[in-house]
C-alpha cells in the first residue's frame, strides 16, 4: 500500500495474538485493527477476531502472527507499534502511534491525525 508496514508487533503483543488465537473456540486467522469515531478524544482502536479475510485488508504478517488492518483505518495507523503491557491492574494491548494528537484521561479514546505520505501534495 505505501511501501511500509502499517503497524508493528512487539514479541510481547505477538505472544498475546497467538494465545487469543490459540484459546478461541472457532478457527481465527488473526485480529483486525480498525479505528472507529466515539470516546470524549474523538477515536477509539477497535479489534475483532478475523475468520475470513477481507482482500481489501491491508495484511501485517509479522512474529507468527497476522494482524489485518482496516482500509479505512490504514492511514491513522501508520507507523504504530502495537504491544502488549500487564500492570498490577490491567492488561492490554497498547498502541504507540506517531500520529495520535492527544488522547483522554481514561486511556479508551483517542485524537488521531491522518498520516501524512511524502509526494502526496
Avoid: W
Avoid at 58 to 71: A, L, M, N, R
Amino acid at each position: 500500500m505505501f511501501g511500509l508496514k502499517v503497524i508493528s508487533l512487539t514479541d510481547a503483543a505477538a505472544e498475546r495474538v497467538k494465545e487469543i488465537m490459540s484459546g478461541s473456540e472457532r478457527p481465527i486467522q488473526g485480529l483486525r485493527l480498525g479505528v472507529k469515531k466515539g470516546g470524549c478524544a474523538g477515536m477509539s482502536y477497535t479489534m475483532d477476531y478475523v475468520e475470513t479475510p477481507d482482500p481489501k485488508d491491508d495484511v501485517v504478517d509479522e512474529k507468527g502472527v497476522k494482524v489485518f488492518v482496516d482500509p479505512k483505518a490504514a492511514l491513522f495507523l501508520l507507523g504504530t507499534t502495537m504491544d502488549f503491557e500487564t500492570s498490577k491492574l490491567s492488561s492490554g494491548f497498547v498502541f504507540r502511534n506517531p500520529n495520535e494528537v492527544s488522547a483522554c484521561g481514561c486511556g479508551e479514546s483517542v485524537e488521531l491525525k491522518p498520516a501524512e505520505i511524502a509526494g502526496t501534495h
